[in-house]
């Protein structure tokens, strides 16, 4: 039976939706990459992978060769050029929804400080290679943002993550079905 994925690099992101989901640590699954763990119910895989084009493609490299997949949803906090934009801000960043924001997204390998290269409103470290990744096995591919920061290089804190993916939930949620 095929599952849903849902992509986050940091535990902190996930943590919200796999109390909302119900979904139990597999502790069972073989060969996971680096140090990202496996979350699962009958419906739904969710896989924390660490920050990064290397964690990512990694993560999402084991997930397609062992399991089938429906669909796939990265969520995770992003930096904004745009000091206007509220925090807490739900974007999505490859297609158009009712009731979400549209921006695009560039993706770095260093965490900017400034806006001076950024040529999109969003910027984060995994989404392009998400992307990536993800289109080689399906087409039913959504990016979920939710705005964390106005530029700073510090991950913000581990409880204010949980509470921006915790209140942009009831936006997107209805995409997990």
Sequence with gaps: MSKILIHTALLSEAQAIIKFLNLKQDITAQKLPNDSKLYTNDTTLLIVSGIGKTNTLDALTFIFNEYEIS??????????????????????TNKLFPNINFAPITTV?????????????LVDMEAKY?????KEHLKDITILKVVSDHLETQIPKEAFVIELVQNSLPQWKKLLL
């Design 71 to 92: 669909k796939a949803i990265n969520i995770g906090i992003a930096g904004c050029g745009d000091s206007s934009i509220k925090i807490g801000t739900l974007f999505c």
């Design 130 to 134: 998400f992307l990536q990744a993800a």
């Design 109 to 121: 390998d260093e965490p900017l400080d400034s806006d001076e290269d950024l040529e999109t409103l």
